[in-house]
């Protein structure tokens, strides 16, 4: 195993640095021109306010362009160039023939306004994937409005908050478990409940008598994933949903990462409530980089008309259609219909695979996960915390603590000299549970040799930090950017994110200079 691997460095400027006018000489606009469109009466009818004479947007010529974009992906790194086994976030392979269907003229040359005559085919699209979704889950009725994974929970959040107070309760608290996703809390905190922390026992899963203790009338629900973020599936279940339901609290299911249970068992049918799933980490859309994502809402009969639009009905005299929404519905979340292109390939992925495919592809997404941990589990320093006998589901906790007590070398510097030979770092520091963790989700889309060269590549790593530890917490040295100041590098202060924060910035800098 050699880290023969190497990213590309260019000194690439930015695309306004590269910019001067009139580099391009294509002019988009004469199609239109020739076209019968009344450009006058579209100027028009937007508001002079928003109305601008220069939109400041760099012109650079198409080779300039192309160049410039191909060189910052060669300083990229993505599952098209490698494994990227990022815990609790599903990086896995998305098939390029799903995208395909995507980019159908019939499904991208259409606008979200036009009569809905003319778009059944896009509802039937969203008809249908709601139906699968709903079969899959175990829910009764799917929203397509939420735009991520967080965005859906804070739609079921304030599904929580409405059911209650339909009955004229004014709940305050939502609790989740110590192990959460961070935007679990977050979702809830932003809809403006109170967060109670529920903690793990001794094998990492929710301490049933702990949260009987917490239960009161002044909790609205509980937010949970099973699998739980340490890769354990919560087999105390039955008796958590009638604890929560015992009080009238709702079960919240995190539905992220499906990868562990599609097609083989349903939070539907383990008593959660609500459930929201992302479409871009299960069902075939990349995940990162921005977007576009869909977390889909989905709910059980009892709580439909709390959903927010849009939802699409059937009937045989008027086809496919938006419901307008009951009385009670949260209301709109998002402009629109939600990320339809999105829909689109989970669709296509869904009817590709067919339910065995589906339960397949759990399965093997859990074999490999068992498998890596399996070979990780004899090297010296890994410690699997909590009952390291019990399988994991589709991702897998270790802890680098003893290794940090041997040799100094911490789970950051394992992920930072894992770049090196060409794999991207795993989740780590998370959950929070864990000391020095080091979480790993390899997914079904890899192939074993892959996954037995990162085995291998540990191993070597974690050889390297008990014989030469120095050479670990300089890394990484083979990529386009070396060690970042992780402090620096999140410090909205110093991050700059957009071109008008850069001039601006090197603006106030030179005019320090000169006084
Ligand atoms: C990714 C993830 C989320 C959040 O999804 P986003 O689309 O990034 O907002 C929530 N919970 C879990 C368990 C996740 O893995």
Redesign the pocket.
Known sequence: MSEDYRQARWPEPLLFEIARSNASKYKAVTWHDEMSYDRESIIESIPKSLLRENLNLPEVSEIEVIRHFTRLSQMNYSVSTGFYPLG??TMKYNPVGNEEVAMMDELINIHPLQDVSTVQGCLEILYRLEKLLCTVTGMDRFSFAPA????G?FAGCLIMRKYHLVKGENRKVIIVPDSA?G??PASASMAGFEIEEVQSDNKGMVNVEKLKEMMGEDVAGLML?NPN?IGLFENRIKEIVEIIHSYDGLLYY?G??LNAIAGIVRPGDMGFDIVHL?L??TFSTPHGGGGP?S?PIGVKKRLEKFLPPPLIAFSPERGYYFEEPDKKSIGRIKAFHGNFLVCVKAYAYLLRLGWQGLREASEISVLASNYLLSKLKSMEGVIVPFDPELPRKHEFVVSFKKLLKDTGVSTIDIAKRLLDYGFHAPTIYFPLIVEEAFMVEPTETEPKRELDRYAETLRQIIKEAYTAPENIKKAPTNMSVNRVDEVKANHPRTITLSWKIYTKRIKSKEEGEEK
Do not use: F, L, M
Request: hydrophobic share 15%; net charge negative.
């Open positions: 609790s976030c991520a994974g967080a965005h929970e996703h935007t679990n994933t973020t995190d992220a990462n992302n871009h980490k994502g977390g």
